[in-house]
């Protein structure tokens, strides 16, 4: 089984819509991150999280917001989804200064 | 600030060629770590390779290997004997240590086509 889950795997939505996209780990990390890649830009940082009570704001947070409900648990919600937020997500796990360790991505497409 | 440059958009190499990656970064930290990840057509992220800024030695995974520069701050990586498999979007990444050590920062990526 993955150590890093996503779900779903693929979202089609509509202007306005509020969605939520999970991940789950079971690698036992503390913290967890959110990242958006955008064709030609590489991945960025849009929120991260050291433990349970922790959330810090990343690079691109506007737009987005997040809710770390247990230890293994980091959900990313657009409460408007708007078209320039289609992208594809990734959810990484580490353990403090190590190698962060991505989920499969989710592919997200707001018309 | 901390900048990752991947000055090479596309790369293509026969099979069972050597191909090199460059990358050159940015920071005004004194220890960090650098990364190469790779992206498939899966699109999953799967880390390559891990150097710490503070080993003079290059990191070696089997057929990948790094050329760490520290005072030039570049960050090349190698492949060796290039498979099919190899074809995939390459990521460099630099992370931060103390207190900015939950930072990763990517460049744009280099896309390398290993031809038959």
């Known amino acids: 089984d993955a150590d890093v889950t996503q779900t779903p795997r693929n979202r089609i939505t509509k202007t306005g819509k509020r969605i939520m996209l999970e991940c789950s780990q079971t690698k036992g990390h503390d913290r967890m991150y959110w990242y958006r890649q955008d064709p030609g830009l590489g991945l960025r940082l849009i929120y991260y999280s050291f433990d349970v009570k922790d959330i810090n704001k990343g690079e691109i947070s506007d737009g987005y917001s997040v809710s770390r409900q247990a230890q293994a648990k980091f959900s990313l919600s657009l409460e408007s989804a708007i078209p320039n937020q289609t992208a594809l997500y990734f959810c990484?796990?580490?353990?403090?200064?190590?190698?962060?360790?991505f989920g499969p991505g989710t592919r997200l497409l707001v018309l | 600030a901390q900048t990752v440059t991947q000055s090479q958009p596309e790369m293509s190499v026969q099979e069972a060629e050597t191909v090199t990656l460059s990358c050159t970064y940015d920071t005004s930290e004194n220890n960090y770590y650098l990364f190469w990840y790779k992206q498939p057509p899966s699109r999953q992220m799967i880390l390559v390779i891990r150097?710490?800024?503070?080993?003079?030695q290059n990191a070696t995974e089997n057929r990948f290997s790094v050329n760490f520069q520290k005072a030039a701050k570049s960050f090349s990586l190698k492949i060796s004997d290039s498979q099919l498999g190899d074809t995939a979007m390459y990521f460099c990444a630099l992370g931060g240590s103390g207190g900015s050590n939950y930072k990763l920062t990517f460049g744009k990526g280099t896309l390398l086509t290993v031809n038959p």
């Open positions: 150097q710490e800024a503070y080993k003079q």
């Open positions: 990484a796990t580490s353990a403090p200064g190590e190698t962060q360790y």
